[in-house]
């Protein structure tokens, strides 16, 4: 332990503590911008600068740990007009048309002159002398370098938590700037579109590209029938944005939101969760029995999963000798859409050119997805519009619907029911449980060995998890897997699929079948959930999906009633002939560079 | 006005024979040779005028197998020009001395960060490199040297920012602690000298501590090789004993129309014409990287200081907010002025937030600006504005 004194009380922490904690623990808050609990201390911002007595200059309480007998002072006189210098310069070089911008009243660095009081505006406007032109290519972020502060943030986040470096910092001094390689436009390098990057962002740089104003035009048309469906995440995040304390589930009011913003039908994005551990879990078993019966050496194994946009993505780009065994499986949102302009239209006799497909989702690769050219396979556009689960919290308040009061109202049929295996979706390893609790009894007959279905081997935050079930008394038809350890692995967190993947290819990882979420924690951690994120913030998402989980009456996929009729009313059988043609893809190798 | 000629110093410049100087050391203690260069006083020689032997013996006491030793030759502060020469005329000095910090921290790899432009120095010092190595080889030393070589930013003069660049990372300054003894390159501890320092060191190791404190005062011992530019009839590079006066300085390499001196480049002090005689060049003055520009009465000290704030505008990393956007705003802030946008009180303001920029940069770079701006502003007011 350390003993030091900040502002004069003595307080003692673990070694390695750094001074901006410790202040923390004596109630002094030290306001930041570029610090981020998520990632490796930076130190340029240089707000959170203290008085370390005895030192020459300033300290900046982010970077520096705490020593012996120091004694520090966080508001001195010294750090108060650093600290005033250092806001007015990073307003002076920012495009402050602060009641114009997207994050209004959302912006770390309006908090920060709002709290500081600063209006003197004492320096020279530099935004207006630069030339900035907004990066509007992309279908799920929007950049805009004249909101930058340069905290380099979002290059932080795209390198050590995504190992993607699609960002970048480029030249120096006056001209320093984030930008991509060969300044290219979002849309053309090798972003994944998560997102992650957004959630970090600390001003209007960096936000999602916003859909809103066509959902409304969509809504407010009487021609149209508006369709909407809630990926499993975002009812454990939009509590957030919307007073509720981290960890609060809303299900029930977000549907009733939902029905009081005019949408036609509030449908479940779980329903076709379910639908995909069907399809996918019978594609694994496919696979699974060309390699060992048909000793077929062709059949691509592992198989990954390809619900994550985010990690279709990056493995286009960047394991693109592995597509193969990317599952072929749509993600849930597209299989919604496909069969919303379908399945969904037959039995409700509309015309799908009325239909207008809505998806509210915890992320921003969902933008980029619904736009593939390959996701027309109603004939339409399988989903017309991906609004994230902020733009949700805007247009709620925008309709003026009182969230707080709302009685829990339930999700409409036919595409709304669900079970606990759908909703877990929204958690890293849980595609991996719901596959796991449908496969295991497809095979066997028989439960997962696991107490009340839980397979906690496959859950937690670990970037890399690995895990196995073994199989035995299998039934007659898949008697080949008897004695069968099937091994899993999940990765979340596009650094750690990188390393995933990197064990796969070097034989060092030998597994069956792999689960990839791009977003730390999974859905719940998305690129398009609530501002602020930290681990603390995913825990609680994460508890609240499992309580979600266990809050169901059916609990496995197989199991929920909407998804035996589609298959007796619809599709047939897994990867029967309209499955194929509605609810499976098929992926683009493309260039790093 | 006496003409005495202010005492001209040949140690760094000498021929010697380095082999000599290493048979020396090889036998030695590791920490008889920091103590060694501790009891010499020197400082280091590329600005900041850290003790050298104790940087030594800092990494000497670090646990690790892997350490390094880097010459730091990017020479990049304006009117700075001597590493070259001592490079160009001494080369084998240089390696000498790195092999002795080697020696002393238990590294066994040394590399030399080579300015850009310099690189025709290359096939030299390569040649030079093979003889060093055969040196090694006969002393049965391990000691290896490579020459890297930068890019032409000056913030890859700071260390930390040189280490990131020769990681093949963007060169920013990181964070101190951890300082480079402890965590240098590749994380590894590592002493990062000047060219000009490790050349003290051989003449140290050579001579003895003694010998090199005969020369200079408490603060500064030793002599100093000074690149001399400028309104000067004697432009070039000079080795002076430390602690002379400004005024014995102009007295000998001015034209006779000095106004004033900047000493130490564009991130030190501009000395005026009022305050040479009380001024001494050194520690317990205005400390020098070597530069000593020479400005007078023609010299406009509005573009002087126009001209350095222009430098630091441009070669600011950019990664903190005090130097990015604080170099913009000294530039802009005092156009303004001159042009009349603003009113001579902003210059009030400005010196404010240099004073901000000084105590809260992250680096060297930011926490210099200030310097010149601050002694330009306050003896040559009525330039900037009028
Ligand atoms: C912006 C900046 C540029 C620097 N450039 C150089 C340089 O070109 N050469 C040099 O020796 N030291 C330079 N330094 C100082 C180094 O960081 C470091 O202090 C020095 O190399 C240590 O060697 P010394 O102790 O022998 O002086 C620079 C420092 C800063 C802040
Ligand atoms: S002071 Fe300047 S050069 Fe140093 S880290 Fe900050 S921006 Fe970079």
Redesign the interface.
């Known amino acids: 332990m350390v003993s030091l004194s900040v502002n004069g009380m003595l307080v003692k922490v673990p070694e390695g503590t750094t001074i901006l904690d410790a202040a923390k623990k004596m109630n002094f808050r030290i306001p930041t911008l570029c610090q981020h609990d998520d990632l490796c ?7 959170c ?1 203290v008085e370390q007595l005895g030192a020459k ?2 300290v ?1 309480a982010c ?3 705490v020593s012996e007998g120091m004694q520090i002072l966080t508001n001195s006189l ?1 750090v108060r ?2 600290r005033k ?2 806001i007015e ?2 307003l ?2 920012h495009n402050a048309d602060c009641t114009k911008c997207y994050k209004n009243g959302m912006c770390e660095l309006q908090n920060l002159s709002n709290e500081f009081a600063v209006g003197d505006h ?3 406007d ?1 935004n207006t ?1 630069k030339e900035y032109t907004i990066d509007r290519f992309s279908p799920s972020i929007q950049k805009d370098d004249s909101k930058c ?2 905290c ?1 943030r979002c290059v932080r986040t795209c390198e050590q938590l995504q190992g993607v470096n699609a960002l ?2 480029a ?6 700037r984030i930008t991509t390689f060969e300044d290219l436009s979002m849309a053309e390098v090798i972003c994944t579109n998560c997102g992650q990057c957004i959630n970090r962002c600390p001003t209007g740089a960096l936000v999602e590209r916003t859909y809103l104003d066509e959902v409304w035009d969509a809504i407010l048309d009487p021609t149209k029938h508006v369709v909407v469906q809630t990926a499993p995440a975002v009812r454990v995040g939009l509590g957030e944005e919307l007073g509720f304390e981290p960890g609060k589930r809303v299900t029930g009011q977000m549907v009733a939101a939902l029905k009081r913003l005019g949408f036609d039908s509030v449908l479940d994005t779980d329903f076709t969760a379910d639908l995909t551990i069907m399809e996918e879990g019978t594609e694994l078993l496919t696979r699974l029995k060309r390699a060992l019966v048909d000793k077929d050496s062709d059949v691509a194994l592992p198989m990954t999963t390809s619900c994550s946009p985010g990690w279709v993505k990056f493995i286009e780009h960047t394991f693109p000798e592995y597509l193969p065994n990317v599952s072929s499986c749509k993600s849930p949102q597209q299989m919604f859409g496909a069969l919303a302009k379908t399945y969904y239209a037959d039995v409700r006799k509309l015309d799908p050119k009325d239909i207008v497909s809505v998806s509210i989702m915890p992320c921003t690769a969902k933008k980029y997805e619904a736009n593939r050219p390959e996701m027309r396979s109603s004939g339409y556009k399988d989903v017309d519009y991906v609004l994230t689960t902020r733009e949700l919290a805007r247009m709620i308040k925008q309709a003026g619907v009182d969230f707080n009061m709302l009685k829990e109202d339930k999700y409409d049929s036919i595409m709304g029911a669900s079970s606990g295996a759908g909703v877990i979706f929204g958690a890293t390893g849980g595609v991996m449980e719901a596959a796991l609790r449908t496969a295991y009894e497809i095979v066997t007959g028989r439960e997962v060995p696991f107490e009340n279905l839980n397979i906690t081997p496959v859950r937690g935050m670990e970037g890399v998890r690995q895990a196995s079930v073994l199989i035995e008394d299998c039934k007659e038809e898949w008697s080949f897997l008897n004695g069968v350890e099937l091994k899993c692995a999940v990765a979340h967190g596009l650094v750690n699929a990188r390393e995933l993947m990197d064990g796969v290819k070097s034989g060092e990882i030998n597994v069956h079948f792999i689960e990839v979420m791009a977003c730390p924690g999974g859905c719940l951690g998305g690129g398009g959930q609530p501002i602020p994120t930290n681990e603390e913030i995913r825990r609680k998402r994460t508890e609240a999906i499992y309580a979600e989980d266990m809050s169901m009456e059916v609990r496995k996929s197989h199991e929920n009633p909407e998804i035996i009729s589609i298959y007796k009313e619809f599709l047939g059988e897994p990867l029967g002939h309209k499955s194929h043609e509605l609810l499976h893809t098929h992926y683009t190798e493309r260039v790093r560079y | 006005m006496s003409s005495q000629h202010v005492k001209r110093v040949d140690l760094i410049f000498e021929k010697i024979e380095c082999r000599d100087v290493l048979k020396k050391i090889v036998d030695m203690e590791p920490d008889a040779i920091s103590q060694e260069i501790l009891d010499s006083d020197l400082k280091g020689r590329g600005g900041a005028g850290f003790p050298t032997g104790l940087k030594w013996r800092f990494a000497a006491k670090e646990k690790e197998s892997i350490k390094y030793i880097i010459c730091n030759a990017d020479e990049g502060e304006p009117g700075t020009f001597k590493d070259r020469e001592i490079l160009d005329q001494v080369p084998g000095k240089v390696f000498c001395g790195m092999a002795i910090a080697g020696k002393a921290i238990g590294a066994k790899m040394g590399y030399v960060y080579l300015r850009g432009e310099y690189k025709f120095l290359i096939p030299k010092l390569n040649k030079e490199l093979i003889e060093f190595h055969k040196t090694m080889d006969e002393f049965n030393q391990n000691f290896r040297i490579q020459i890297r070589l930068g890019s032409g ?1 000056y ?1 890859c003069g700071e260390e930390s920012a040189l280490f990131e660049s020769m990681e093949g990372k ?1 060169g ?1 300054p990181r ?1 101190k ?1 951890p300082y480079p003894t402890t965590s240098g390159l590749f994380g590894k501890p590592t002493v990062i000298n000047n060219v000009e320092t490790l050349v003290h060191t051989v003449m140290i190791m050579n001579y003895g501590a003694a010998h090199f404190r005969e020369l200079g005062t408490k603060d500064s011992r030793g002599s100093k090789v000074f690149s001399i530019s400028g309104d000067t009839p004697k432009a070039g590079i000079y080795e002076l004993e430390l602690g002379m006066t400004v005024d014995e300085f102009v007295n000998d390499f001015g034209d006779g129309d000095t106004k004033a001196v900047q000493v130490g480049g564009a991130s030190g002090f501009c000395v005026p014409r009022k305050k040479f005689d009380e001024t001494i060049i050194g520690f317990e003055g205005v400390p020098t990287g070597g530069s000593m520009k020479l400005f007078n009465s023609s010299r406009s000290m509005y573009n002087v200081l126009h001209n350095y704030l222009d430098f ?11 130097c ?6 000294l530039l ?2 005092v156009e ?1 002025v001159k042009q009349g946008e603003k009113n001579s009180k902003y210059l009030d ?1 400005l010196v ?2 240099a004073k ?1 920029m ?5 680096c060297g770079l930011g ?1 210099s600006v200030g310097n010149a701006f601050g002694s330009i502003v306050e003896n040559f007011k009525e330039e900037i504005i009028y």
């Open positions: 201390v930076a130190g340029n911002c240089r707000v600068v200059s300033l900046a970077a520096v740990p010294k007009s650093a210098h250092i310069l990073l002076s070089e004492i320096f020279i530099l002398i502060i340069r380099q970048t910092v030249f120096k001094g006056d001209q320093q | 930013a913030i963007r920013e964070n602690p630091f505008t441009e070669e600011s990393c950019g990664q903190c907010t005090p990015r956007v604080g170099c913009q705003q802009k802030g303004a303001e404010k937030l901000t000084k105590r809260a940069s992250k926490q």
